[in-house]
Structures are given as structure tokens and as C-alpha cells.
């Protein structure tokens, strides 16, 4: 099992370091180089201008020193100026030449500097993480139990009305992703002049003049029903399909196990089968896929936060993306990959803790 | 000129019956719901003594028969609006409703043609024609056949062009009459109009257009890609298999939106990125069909010869055509914007295809009938692309229908971010994108596409949900 984990482990950082250096080449393209030397520079500079700019803050290296320097395993560059000063990847205004660090780079903690927001990364990241966090969080405490009880109710009788049913329901939500939910739940339930709300609010049933907020904006300070509650919804409808149709499946085929037709033949009730025999077994399988629904997610993050406008991870991605804001996109790439990567091992690992089936020597 | 009404002259008949039919339907959920929780179960059939059959109807079934009967009812009434749309010739009478049936005249008729030749024919069409036995199945066929109509006849539907602009109608509600039409237009915005005046209704149809032209395609390439990698790393495992799974694992790490925003982007182009992938990319089907006619015809040359010089010649000129833009015969090019597109979506879907079909060999390569084949002295490729190939294609199709659905999806997904089309392109992902600024006051922009990308979808999941049905029965 040790070394299982320790392969496991091996593999996720081959993969890390793959990924990490195929965002690096592509956001280290020169194009972008070119267009970042223009907005931090001068946009009408010569060819040469943009060479020599590049050359002076450290982008003309080989593209594999400067991977290097960025993971930290490669010392930072320094260079002296005609007039004496020292610059450098790690000397900024707060670390003067002589008390910089030879190494600074992602292994030490460095996320680079965000050219457009003129701040430390870092300091960005954080909080928008932390934005990002109460909604996955709010999502998945609404997406997973409403997944697998649709999931067990169509399982456990397959075939039956109620399983076909459910089974349409579940087919219609992973057919709408979360930039048509989030248009139809803002025109049905936060629209003042649309859907239900001018209805209600005319009867006197709701104090404000819609159902829902269509703005998540007042919820980065203090999440409320009110306000939350559309992102939340249009994010976990999408992922709960999914999860409810392989919990069926998984229902579906412990039920026609023989362990259980012995425990209906004891006289066992209905209730008690479902409840007692065969509902553990049947969740092994959705853990896999509910861990995996993390890079799913993290799409329907990214859309949401942009229909929402919710200044979280997502709308951070989407900015430095279109921003060219070279470090703060990496940074948010090493998350994401990082996010990825470490529920991809959970559900690798946890499937082998939980299903006694699977043995690895 | 008025306003046109959304239901036209039937609408002060039509529109109790279905409010009607929906206020059944909800009374029949909830005393479904209700009967159900207290311990009321549906009526069995009983046989008795004398070899006839009784049903015993309890109030469960007097439920569910209710919300049938209110089903069928809503779906007259809709039906009732689109043939007064027909029948009747003043748009005033039509309705939106009635005057939108009118303009889709061209796909109901061949809808009608297709299912009554597909239903008259379904025993002499193999795994098609069952597709009509099951009632899902024919729902989700329908939907996305109306589309596919809808995009093939785009040309004759639409009642302005995609990006023909009138000021005054900006942000017009549906069925506003034109201010001063021109001889022979069209005289409504049926569905409204955008916040450029724009007609939303047009702009949604050719949509259709652009959506599956580039869809379909994709997913078809992307099922080259993998079924050309796939089946030797499944057959030949080893080496060979756990560098291509390696690979695969890496794509699919990345979640697919940053993709997008690391390739789509304008700089990219700038680079020649997606030319070089495209180069890769695309010589997936060339190398696929050499394959596939050189391992079935290698004991006779030449007509191995014929086919294999058939499929260079029309899959380089195609290459040179799509990758490179360089068609020695000026038919086939894809500017750099859509070939971008094209090639993220198919470099997304093909390592789940890839590991797909891998799955797939890894279970059929221990049949008999492979064993014999190897015995008899038949080569790898043989065997893969004509012993196990035809035999995993049943779970194949099911996956391309799905991969379809998905793939419309991502292309949404790059509209709604502006990623690699042009800025007046009408797809549904660019126009939802659009006309979500302004959302909570004018939703009618944005509603129609997201409606119509929605349906398409859950059409192509419908449809791969009935052949997975109808492919298990066999």
C-alpha cells in the first residue's frame, strides 16, 4: 500500500512538472512577451526596444533556464545596470541586492508579481481562493446529497417510474451548463421585470423587489440566502446529473446482487435492504466520481463567477488571462493543476480504502 | 402597426386549456407525491378464475393518468399554435408562436418526411431503425434532427441577416412591428431584438449554423485521434501503452477552461500554435484509413493500391486545406479563428475517447473469436480495426452522440468568453454572452439561445440514452 502510494505520488509530480512547464511555454510565448513589454514599456517600441526591455527584466534567457529560475530550483538572474544598480528576479524594492536570496521561485514560496493589480501574487491569491472556497463548498453541500438521493431513489428500483423519472431529470441537468442555468435562473427568479418576481412582489410575498439577487457581488463581504443562492444552484445543477447517474448505476447493479436477493428472501424489509445492505456498497463508486467532479467544477467556477460577478479564483483566471498578466495566470494554472492533481490521488487512493475488493501488494 | 401577442388569435382558446393542462399536471404530481407517502401503491393487473385480466385502479393511477392526459393536452395546444401559424396568413393572427411555426415550415416538413420514412422502414435499418422503438430515443432524435433541418435551411428561415442592424429596434420586446419596413422584409422581430437592434430570432437560427458546422466535425475527429491511439495501446499494451496513457492523463489534468485560455487566444495564433497542432492533429484520420484499407486488402495489391492512393490524395488535400490554409485548389480553407477552435475542442475530447476505446480493446481482446483470429494468421491491425473495432461500436456511437452534446458545450463555453470568434458571430455562447449584461431588465436576447443550445444538447443526450437502450436489447 506504501509504495502504492509513494507510485502514485512519483507520477502526480512528473505530471506537475509536465504541466507546469507546458502553461509556462505557452504564457512565455514571445507574442505575449512582446505584447507585456509594450504595456509595461512604451506601446510604440521598435523591435529592438522590446528585445533589449525583455533582455533588461529577465525574459531573454532560454525559455528552460527561466522555468527553472521561476520553479526556484535555478538561481534568480541578476544583472548590473551601466550605472552600478543591481536588478534582479529576487531583488525587489523591499530586498535590497545584498540580502536577496540566490533562489526564488515557486519551491520557495515566490509567486512573482502581478504586473496589472501591482502587487505580489500571493497577496492576491489568497483571498480569492478563500472566495472560491465558500462557493465550491455551498456547492458541494447542496450538489452531493441532492445527487445521491436522486441517484438511490432512481437505483433501487430500476426500471420503475420513478427511476425513469429521475433518470430524465437527471439527463436534462447535464445537458444545461452553467452559462444557460445561471441566464434561465436570472430571467425566472432575479429579474425585475421577468419571470416570477414582479408576480410575488406584487402580492406583498417577498419584501424586496425580486426573489434573488442576480449579483453575487455583496457576497464576497456577507453571504445570504438572497444573494447566494443563484450561484450556488447553477453550479451544482450541472455537476449533479453526473453524479446522480453513476449512483444509479451503482444502485442499480447492487441491487441485483445475490447478497441481496438472499436478504429479500430472509424477509427482510424493503426499507432495511436499501438502507442497511445495500446503500454502503453502492456509494464506493459516486466517491470516485464526486472527487473527479473537482476540475469540473473548477469550468463552472470560472463561468459562474463571471455571470455572478463574484471576484473569486475564477474571475481572477479570467482577468490575468485576458489581462496578460503573466505570473498571476501561472500562479492560478499551479492551482488549478494542484487542485486537479491531489483529488485525482484522493479518488485513486480512497477507492482502494473503500472497496475491500481491490487489494494492491 | 401593434405589438404582436406571443399566441395570436387561438390564444384567448388555447391559452385556459393550457394552463389548465399545466394545473393538472402540478395537482397530479403533488397527489401522486402525497398518495405515494402514504403508503398508496399503483394498481396491479390480477388474473382471475376465469382467464380474464382486471385491473384494480387505485387513486395513484387515477394521478398519473391525469398528468399523462395533461401532457398530451399541453402538447395539442402547442401543436394547435404552430398549424395556426400555418393556416392562418395575418401575423397578427398567428401569434410569435404561430408566425415562428410559420418561418420553421421547411423543417417540419422534413421532419414529417424522415420519421414516416424511418418508422415505415425501421425493420430493414439495423440499430437506426430501432431507434424508433423506444420512445426517448425518438424524442431526442427529433430534437436534434430539428435542428440539424434548422441549420441546413437556416438560409430560408431567417428574417433578417445574422448582423443586419436597426438602430430603433434596440432592445425592442418580441413581436415589435418594424418602423418603417422595406418593400417585401419581414415586418416583426419576432423574438425581439439585441442591444445593437439586431434581430435575436434570425441571429438564433443561424446559430444552429455555426454550431453544427464545427460540433459534429470535431467530435469526429477527435474519435480518429483516439481510436487511432487507442486501439494499439489496448492491443499492444506494454511500453507503448503507458506513455500514451501518461500523455492522455496529462491533457485530461488540465482543466479545460485554462486550456482555452492558454490557446485561444490571439497570440497564439500569432505563434503558429495551432497550425502546428493541427499538423498533428489532423494526420490522425490520413494514417487511419491507410491503415485500415492497407491491413484489409493486403492480400490484393491492386486494389490495396487503388484505395490506399484514393485516401492520400483526398486526406492531403483536405490537410493542406484545413492545417495550412494552402489548398492547391482554392475550395477548402478555415481561417485561423475557427481552426484554433477546432483544433482546443478535438485536442480536449480525444484522450476520453482514447481512453474509452482502450478500455474497450482491453476487454474484447480476450474473446474467442480474436484468439482465432491470430491463430488463422492474421496481422495486429487486422484484428484490431476489423475483428474489434466493428465489435466496440455499439458503446462507440452511444459516446459520440454524448461527445456531440459535450462538444456544443465547449463551443458555448468559448462563445460566452469571446475566446476565437468573431465578434458579430452569431453562435448561441456569444449571443447568451451578449445579451446577459443587461439580463434582469431585457432577457428576451439571451433566453433564445441558451433555450436552443439547451434542447440541442439534451436532444443528443436523449438520443444516446435510447441507442444505449435499444443496443443493450440486442
Not at chain 2, 461527445?403 to 452569431?426: K, M, N
Request: overall charge neutral; charged content about 15%.
Amino acid at each position: 500500500m506504501g509504495l502504492f502510494i509513494l507510485r502514485r505520488f512519483g507520477v502526480m509530480i512528473l505530471t506537475a512538472l509536465c504541466l507546469t512547464f507546458v502553461v509556462f511555454f505557452l504564457t512565455n510565448l514571445y507574442p505575449n512577451l512582446e505584447k507585456l513589454a509594450k504595456t509595461q514599456g512604451n506601446a510604440r517600441m521598435t523591435d529592438a526596444e522590446v528585445a533589449s526591455w525583455l533582455d533588461r527584466n529577465g525574459y531573454g534567457g532560454p525559455l528552460i533556464v527561466r522555468y527553472g529560475e521561476w520553479l526556484g530550483v535555478v538561481p534568480g538572474w541578476t544583472r548590473e545596470g551601466a550605472d552600478g544598480e543591481v536588478t534582479g528576479r529576487c531583488i525587489d524594492a523591499a530586498t535590497p541586492a545584498e540580502e536577496a536570496p540566490t533562489f526564488c521561485g515557486l519551491l520557495q514560496g515566490d509567486l512573482g508579481y502581478s504586473t496589472v493589480s501591482d502587487d505580489e501574487v500571493s497577496n492576491i491569491i489568497g483571498g480569492r481562493l478563500a472566495l472560491t472556497g465558500v462557493l465550491m463548498f455551498w456547492a458541494f453541500a447542496v450538489m452531493v446529497p441532492a445527487a445521491l438521493i436522486i441517484g438511490v431513489l432512481a437505483g433501487m428500483k430500476e426500471g420503475s417510474r420513478l427511476d425513469r423519472s429521475l433518470s430524465t431529470v437527471s439527463i436534462a441537468s447535464t445537458a444545461t451548463p452553467e452559462y444557460v442555468s445561471g441566464v434561465i435562473f436570472i430571467v425566472l427568479l432575479a429579474s425585475s421585470t421577468a419571470g416570477i418576481s414582479p408576480w410575488l412582489s406584487e402580492m406583498g410575498w417577498i419584501e424586496g423587489r425580486t426573489l434573488f439577487l442576480g449579483s453575487a457581488r455583496s457576497a464576497m463581504d456577507d453571504v445570504t440566502f438572497w444573494n447566494f443562492t443563484l450561484p450556488v444552484m447553477t453550479i451544482a445543477l450541472y455537476g449533479m446529473g453526473y453524479i446522480a447517474r453513476m449512483t444509479r448505476a451503482s444502485m442499480a447493479e447492487v441491487m441485483t446482487a445475490q447478497y441481496i436477493r438472499t436478504a429479500r428472501l430472509k424477509g427482510v424489509s424493503f426499507r432495511n435492504i436499501v438502507l442497511k445492505h445495500a446503500l454502503r456498497n453502492a456509494l464506493i463508486a459516486p466517491f470516485t466520481v464526486i472527487m473527479l467532479q473537482f476540475p469540473w467544477l473548477l469550468t463552472g467556477v470560472v463561468i459562474v463567477e463571471t455571470l455572478f460577478n463574484y471576484n473569486g479564483f475564477g474571475w481572477t483566471l479570467v482577468q490575468a488571462a485576458s489581462n496578460n498578466d503573466i505570473e498571476l495566470l501561472l500562479a492560478c494554472s499551479i492551482v488549478a493543476v494542484f487542485v486537479v492533481l491531489v483529488t485525482q490521488l484522493i479518488s485513486d487512493i480512497g477507492y482502494v480504502f473503500l472497496n475491500p475488493r481491490i487489494r494492491i501488494s | 402597426m401593434d405589438l404582436l401577442t406571443w399566441t395570436g388569435a387561438l390564444g384567448p382558446i388555447l391559452n385556459p386549456l393550457m394552463l389548465a393542462a399545466v394545473a393538472v399536471f402540478l395537482l397530479g404530481l403533488i397527489g401522486n407525491f402525497v398518495l405515494t407517502l402514504a403508503g398508496q401503491q399503483a394498481g396491479e393487473v390480477q388474473i382471475n378464475a376465469d382467464h380474464t385480466l382486471t385491473i384494480n385502479r387505485t387513486p395513484v393511477d387515477y394521478a398519473l393518468m391525469a398528468m399523462k392526459y395533461a401532457v398530451l393536452l399541453f402538447l395539442a395546444c402547442c401543436l394547435a399554435y404552430i398549424i395556426g401559424g400555418l393556416v392562418q396568413s395575418d401575423p397578427m393572427d398567428q401569434g410569435i408562436l404561430g408566425a415562428m411555426g410559420r418561418r420553421f415550415l421547411p423543417v417540419w416538413i422534413a421532419l414529417i418526411v424522415l420519421f414516416a420514412l424511418s418508422i415505415t422502414f425501421k425493420r430493414k435499418l439495423g440499430l437506426y431503425g430501432k431507434l424508433f422503438d423506444s420512445l426517448i430515443g425518438m424524442i431526442g432524435f427529433g430534437l436534434v434532427m430539428f435542428w440539424m433541418f434548422t441549420a441546413i435551411f437556416a438560409g430560408t428561415i431567417i428574417t433578417f441577416g445574422p448582423i443586419d442592424v436597426i438602430s430603433q429596434m434596440r432592445n425592442e420586446v418580441p413581436g415589435t412591428p418594424l418602423p418603417n419596413p422595406d418593400d417585401g422584409a419581414y415586418l416583426y422581430y419576432l423574438l425581439g431584438g439585441d442591444n445593437l437592434g439586431r434581430d435575436v430570432f434570425s441571429r438564433m437560427v443561424m446559430g444552429a449554423r455555426e454550431v453544427l458546422k464545427i460540433a459534429p466535425a470535431a467530435t469526429l475527429f477527435a474519435f480518429m485521434v483516439g481510436i487511432t491511439l487507442g486501439l494499439p495501446a489496448g492491443y499492444f499494451g506494454g511500453k507503448l501503452d503507458t506513455v500514451l496513457t501518461f500523455i492522455a492523463n496529462l491533457v485530461l489534468a488540465f482543466p479545460v477552461i485554462l486550456l482555452f485560455y492558454l490557446l485561444v487566444t490571439p497570440e497564439i495564433v500569432d505563434a503558429g500554435i495551432p497550425t502546428y497542432m493541427a499538423a498533428v492533429l489532423f494526420l490522425f484520420p490520413i494514417i487511419f484509413f491507410v491503415v485500415l484499407f492497407n491491413s484489409r486488402y493486403h492480400t490484393q495489391p491492386t486494389k490495396r493500391l487503388a484505395y490506399i492512393a484514393i485516401s492520400l490524395v483526398i486526406g492531403f488535400w483536405l490537410y493542406s486545406g484545413l492545417a495550412f490554409n494552402a489548398d492547391p485548389l482554392g475550395l477548402i480553407s478555415m481561417p485561423g479563428n475557427i481552426l484554433i477552435v477546432f483544433v482546443s475542442v478535438v485536442f480536449v475530447n480525444s484522450p476520453t475517447v482514447f481512453r474509452i476505446v482502450r478500455g474497450i480493446v482491453l476487454d474484447i481482446k480476450t474473446r474467442d473469436y480474436v484468439a482465432a483470429g491470430q491463430t488463422r494468421g492474421e496481422g495486429p491491425w487486422y484484428i484490431m480495426l476489423w475483428e474489434i473495432l466493428p465489435n466496440a461500436r455499439g458503446p462507440l456511437i452511444v459516446d459520440f452522440c454524448l461527445r456531440i452534446g459535450y462538444t456544443t458545450i465547449l463551443l458555448g463555453t468559448l462563445g460566452f468568453f469571446g475566446l476565437g470568434v468573431s465578434p458579430e458571430s452569431p453562435d448561441w455562447g456569444s449571443t447568451i454572452n451578449e445579451g446577459r449584461r443587461l439580463l434582469t431588465i431585457y432577457p428576451h436576447p439571451a433566453l433564445p439561445p441558451a433555450l436552443a443550445l439547451m434542447s440541442l444538447v439534451l436532444g443528443l443526450n436523449l438520443l444516446a440514452d435510447g441507442l444505449r437502450e435499444e443496443s443493450l436489447k440486442d
